[in-house]
């Protein structure tokens, strides 16, 4: 039995929990971290040393990271579609995945943590600005390649770029802020909405 270690309300866990879903997996989930179990506790960094979720045990194996987890977890079960075998494809599903990890995941944070979940840690005007805007310029990028090459982020399929770029989306789409309007990221929203994998993990009451 595959056993995931992370609170659900944690982006990166949800990202698991969505691609799971997705490949119609079963799974046993422990709550770790803010607000449940303190991932210091020496158990939990002898399977991830830097004590933040998720983490899977699938058999004897341990995985954190969650994307190397959505990676190892298509794989394993022969998904192609979400991570194609081909060469310059799964380059693709790479390059924006990246783009997710180093980028577009990083700009909403401060935003997020100040505006929706009002974390008096992160209280500073001048941070939060700057990270919407941030959040912005990269929606701004997202929004000129989809309206091209949709409806998915590499074209006709959606691949495990879209459970990155698709969690961000959502952070995006229910940040209280004004936002510039981009139609074709709306469209792609409501198109990862219509996903039943998506929706139970993604949804504006548990944000
Ligand atoms: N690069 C890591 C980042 C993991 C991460 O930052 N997780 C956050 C939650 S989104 C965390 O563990 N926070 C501390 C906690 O919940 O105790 C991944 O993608 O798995």
Known sequence: MLTILGRANSINVRKVLWLCGELGLEYEREDWGQGFR????PDYLALNPNGLVPVIR?????LWESDAIVRYLAQKHGRDDLYPAGLEERALVEQWMNWYGTGFGQSFRYAF?????KNPAFAD????EESLRACAARVATLEAHLARNGPYVVGQDFTLADILIGAGVNRW????????????VAAYYERLSE???YREWFNSANA
């Open 38 to 41: 303190d991932t210091s506790d």
């Open 58 to 62: 699938d058999g004897d194996f341990v």
């Open 195 to 197: 996903r039943p994998a």
């Open 173 to 184: 789409m229910h940040m209280p802020a004004d936002k510039p309007p981009c139609s074709a």
């Open 125 to 128: 005007q001048a941070k939060i």
């Open 113 to 117: 943590h100040a505006l929706i979940r």
